[in-house]
């Protein structure tokens, strides 16, 4: 999968955290012929740019509402929107991982999410302020090498990985929006002394990759035994050729254990948004049975969260993942930067 490319005018904010794989730059988009300007809605998207100009070209065509993207990655944009304060030209703000919306968020800048996203996304999938919503999701997992590692053999926890007798043997890529948002979740089971900790154990024991896909191609051809990425790379890669993931297998850590962290993708309109009706139809629509189905039937290979769309047949049922109960609002982008700055990762 490829993730997207950063937008050509960056706001002079601190950018700590650059999305887990390149892209080129792309100018802004727009899709749909009908529709007033009055309506038309600006989405600053973090999102797999396909998958939400699958939902955009679905939303005009049932409204009209035309709809222009600007694309780049978690932070940048959230470090974008925080800068422009009350005059973003933003309307609304996806993202791939929740950190950078709590972070909007504790910056005042999210209006209330509609009565009707509420109902069609469960609580687990949304913080508990309803600023924003989870749009959907993806699981932790452990690639691993299966010429080279049997089950018996794998790590029991994510924990685990800090033990010595990992050194150099297991991948990540930590300079990634989707890397920051599984220890940000390891911070909030863990506390900031064991995360520390084990940031600092990594740094001596891992190998760094730009990009989840690298980390899992490096798995493949053997370069190391295993790596800490998001489940739909692999999936992505095996409704291809296969070629990057044929030696490869994914370990669930499970157990509400760190490694078991499912992300969740966010959605919020602006409070600053001259066309908050617009906005808040297209968070319904996304969180709506026709939205979340683009993410069942499409190639993203990611969770559906809202209105009772199961996922993907190919994937794992969420509620298998055993994943820990964290609220997205609680997940702090900042002092993991910090952390990881501290353990020398950044």
Avoid at 6 to 11: G, I, N, Y
Avoid at 47 to 61: K, N
Avoid at 213 to 236: L, R
Avoid at 238 to 245: H, P
């Amino acid at each position: 999968m490829l993730r997207k490319s950063a937008l050509t005018a960056v706001a002079g904010a601190s950018i700590l955290a650059l999305a887990a794989c390149g892209g080129t730059t792309s100018p802004a988009q727009s899709s749909g012929a009908a529709g007033g300007t009055d309506d038309a809605i600006t989405v600053y998207n973090a999102q797999h740019e396909s998958l939400t100009q699958a939902w955009v070209d679905q939303f005009t065509q049932e409204t009209g509402i035309k709809v222009t993207l600007r694309q780049g990655s978690d932070l940048e944009l959230s470090n974008q929107i925080i800068a422009e304060g009350a005059k973003s030209p933003a309307d609304v703000f996806l993202t791939e991982n929740s950190p950078a919306m709590t972070q909007v968020e504790n910056a005042g800048l999210f209006t209330d999410i509609s009565k009707t996203v509420q109902g069609q996304v469960p609580e687990q999938f949304r913080p508990s302020t309803n600023k924003w919503t989870g749009i959907a999701a993806r699981s932790t997992v452990f690639a691993y090498d299966k010429t080279k590692l049997s089950e018996a053999q794998l790590p029991k926890s994510i924990m685990d990985l800090a033990d010595p007798a990992w050194k150099g043997r297991w991948a990540a890529s930590p300079s990634g929006a989707d890397f920051q948002a599984i220890v940000s979740a390891m911070l909030e089971l863990k506390g900031e002394d064991a995360t520390l900790s084990w940031l600092k154990s990594m740094k001596e024991n891992f190998k760094a990759y730009k990009g989840n896909s690298t980390a899992m191609k490096a798995v493949n051809a053997g370069e190391v035994e295993g790596a800490v990425i998001y489940h739909y790379y692999w999936f992505g890669d095996q409704a291809k050729t296969g070629e990057n993931s044929k030696n490869v297998a994914l370990h669930y850590f499970k157990n509400e254990d760190p490694g078991a962290f499912v992300s969740i993708s966010g959605g919020g309109v602006l409070a600053s948004s001259k066309h908050q009706d617009s906005a808040q139809k297209f968070l319904e629509f996304v969180t709506g049975k026709a939205g979340q189905t683009v993410l069942q039937t499409g190639t993203s290979f990611e969770y559906p969260v809202g209105s009772d769309v199961p996922a993907n047949p190919k994937l794992i049922p969420l509620a298998d993942l055993q994943a820990p109960k964290i609220d997205p609002a609680k997940l702090n982008s900042a002092k993991v930067s910090d952390l990881m700055t501290q353990a020398g990762l950044l």
